[in-house]
């Protein structure tokens, strides 16, 4: 165009012109080609703004919702082209790579969608700051803090991992979500790479690149970087569009003995020494200290070799027997189970033989480490892997009178970094949505701890593994934020880790003990979200712990259940709300409720607080504008305020139903 400097402003509403000391270009969108002059000048509701050096912002009124670079990876400036149809504007970076945006605008929301591609193989780069705004959702992590500002997460593949070995975790969405009223979502099919707070420049960047990655590129094709910005009038509003634009609701709801009653696993208290005895044991005494149960889950160590199903026959004498004994008992029983089998299973070598591993570049089975040996990975991408993985899963049911199962892994860092699969994948993360949609076909009683693009399914996503700590090193600080971030991604059955925690410091086999002050206030936490699950007992500590534990899985299954359940027919099936959702969900203009990361929500009527720090028997509450009844007091008080130094004895929970 022959100028020193342009600004494209698409402007909705309204059509202005950008006033610079130098040569505009000015793109508008809407309105005639020669508008007729009005009187005054008129105020645009939202802007947006590039500048050739590839300077971004989206303004409204004059206020700034986000602003960021465009091609940080470039140097030199932008020229505009001529942009396909459909688009607004279009931009080339001679030699290097073209982005095209286009406007559109529905229910007083308006999105701007950034298209990249590269003309040579290079990086496409797009950073926005975070600040002043508070940001939610991306994925589940190990520090798991809330607004997500606080991370310092350097550029790593955005693909769903295990997170004690990578950045990003199980749980994951490519969504993103700010306190200005502001959400990004970037496409499925990019090559996405992302940084939060790296280093705490205060940026959240995208990268589209197939280098230093596992996304598949078999053409040696050039990247993309392809999302979306969408702004609304706050927080709130623009997620639920995003929501009802982009994710698909639950269609129904977990199995209700699950959410009422608690889970019982074997693994924190006996990691892999289980053995026929021990399990009965344990169900004698669930049943002698009057607990109830949704299910007895036998975990890791029952099993010879991994990939079969074969009780190890030195730890199980009679295992039909035993899980008779269990079902007369009042348990229902769960076995653990993951997509791998072990290279010495019987599984591995008749997967092996009709095809149904992940295999690597050469064709042959792509063999992986994981935390228990070295196996195949099923591949889930092939209906008939599926077919033969479910068909030997139902035969346990029907040979051993097993109820269900729990799924373990499922994350894209297990599979061969060469990988190949029967459909190829264009995003790894396509494996964990296949692999929890396999898992759904069993029935509402299971459990994953995987998800992508999986909102849809009615079954409960476990948090991973959390450590028996207090703080954010994956402890019980990080309990409230991870059920807050799974919730704004769209997954409300959320199934919290063992009470307790696994009490991983002297070992992954360490079967010692978490404090017991940690233990209640864990368990108090969990009575409040939508399943309890312990592992480590009450009965392991003293008759103090037994009482508490027994009064507040009493109060979840007879005071909190039937709130559930009410919310999820009423809420989540049908519009998709959160469950458990932050407390800006009815404050999302109070910028204290907007950076609150120990308080959370009971739909929109309970405001739950719980300690959350070692040695404390009393903190700060923020309550909302409104009424509160507060349970502990039984008073009413106004909210818009913090309450200081609240008391919240060791067997309490501080929590507030609005008025």
């Known amino acids: 165009m022959g100028c020193k400097m342009w600004i494209f402003c698409a402007v909705f509403g309204t059509t202005i012109f950008a006033a610079v000391l130098t040569t505009v270009l000015v793109l508008t969108l809407g309105g005639d080609d020669n508008p007729e002059p009005t009187e005054g000048p008129s105020e645009p509701s939202n802007q947006l703004l590039i500048s050739p050096l590839g300077d971004v912002s989206i303004t409204r009124g004059g206020v700034v919702l986000i602003e960021g670079d465009l091609g940080t990876y470039f140097e030199g400036e932008a020229e505009a082209c001529e942009p396909d149809e459909g688009g607004d504007a279009c931009y080339v970076w ?77 749980v994951l969405e490519r969504y993103w979500l700010s306190s200005r009223g502001v959400a990004i979502r970037v496409s499925h099919d990019s090559p996405l790479h992302v940084s939060i707070n790296a280093d705490h420049d205060g940026n959240l960047c995208f990268v589209g690149t197939f280098e230093d990655s596992n996304y598949p590129n078999p053409d040696d094709g050039l990247p993309t970087l392809d999302y979306t910005i969408c702004t609304g009038n706050d927080v709130r509003h623009v997620h639920e569009y995003m929501a009802a634009e982009y994710v698909s609701k639950p269609s129904a709801w977990p199995d209700e003995r699950m959410i009422k009653s608690p889970i019982w696993s074997t693994w924190a208290q006996f990691k892999v020494f289980i053995n026929e005895s ?246 108090e936490l969990t009575a409040f979200l939508p399943s309890m699950q312990y592992s480590i007992s009450p009965w392991q500590y003293d008759d103090e712990v037994i009482d508490i534990a027994l009064k507040w899985t009493s109060f979840h299954e007879n005071v909190i259940t039937p709130i559930l359940l009410r919310i999820i027919r009423n809420d989540v099936v049908t519009s998709g709300k959160p469950l458990n959702p932050p407390i800006w969900w009815i404050a999302p203009d109070d910028q204290e ?53 609240v008391a919240v004895p060791l067997d309490e929970v501080a929590y507030y139903t609005r008025v």
């Open 593 to 645: 409720a907007l950076q609150i990361d120990s308080e959370f929500m009971i739909g929109e009527e309970i405001l739950v607080a719980p300690v959350v720090s070692e040695g404390e028997e009393s903190r700060d509450v923020y309550l909302p504008a409104g009424q509160w009844y507060d349970h502990i007091n039984d008073q009413t008080i106004e909210g818009g305020r913090w309450l200081r130094d």
């Open 278 to 523: 021990e399990i009965i044991d344990y169900a004698w005494n669930i049943k002698n200290n009057g607990f109830n149960n949704s299910q007895l889950e036998i975990d890791d160590g029952f099993q010879e070799k991994y990939g079969d199903y074969d009780f190890d026959p030195d730890k199980f004498s009679n295992v039909t027997g035993m899980v008779e004994q269990l079902h007369q008992m009042g348990f229902r029983v769960t076995l653990w189970t993951t997509p791998f089998a072990n290279i010495n299973s019987d599984a591995f070598a008749e997967g092996d033989e009709k095809g149904y591993w992940v295999k690597n570049s050469s064709d042959q089975t792509g063999l992986v480490t994981w935390w228990n040996g070295v196996a195949g990975m099923l591949d889930v991408t092939n209906p008939a892997a599926q077919d033969w993985f479910v068909d030997r899963l139902e035969k346990v049911r029907e040979d051993l009178g097993i109820d269900s199962f729990k799924f373990d892994a499922g994350e894209t860092n297990y599979l061969a970094r060469d990988f190949a699969t029967h459909i190829p994948l264009v995003n790894p993360c396509e494996y964990t949505t296949e692999y929890v949609k396999m898992c759904a076909r069993l029935g509402g009683q299971i459990e994953v701890r995987v998800g992508f693009e999986n909102q849809d399914q009615p079954i409960f996503v476990r948090m991973m593994d959390k450590e028996s700590h207090w703080g954010w090193d994956n402890g019980l600080k990080t309990l409230i934020t991870t059920a807050l971030t799974f919730n704004i991604l769209g997954y409300p059955y959320v199934l919290p880790d063992m009470i307790g925690g696994n009490v991983y410091d002297d070992g992954f086999h360490s079967t010692t003990l978490p404090s017991r002050d940690l233990f209640i206030r864990w368990l």
């Open 94 to 170: 001679t030699d290097k790579a073209r982005l095209q945006t286009q406007r559109t605008e529905a229910d007083d929301i308006i999105c701007d969608h950034f298209s990249w591609s590269a003309l040579t193989e290079v990086g496409l780069s797009d950073c926005y700051g975070m600040n002043p705004a508070h940001w939610y959702g991306s994925a589940e992590m190990f520090y798991q803090h809330w607004p997500i500002i606080k991370q310092n997460k350097s550029l790593e593949n955005y693909v769903s991992g295990d997170l004690f070995y990578q950045e990003y975790g199980s």
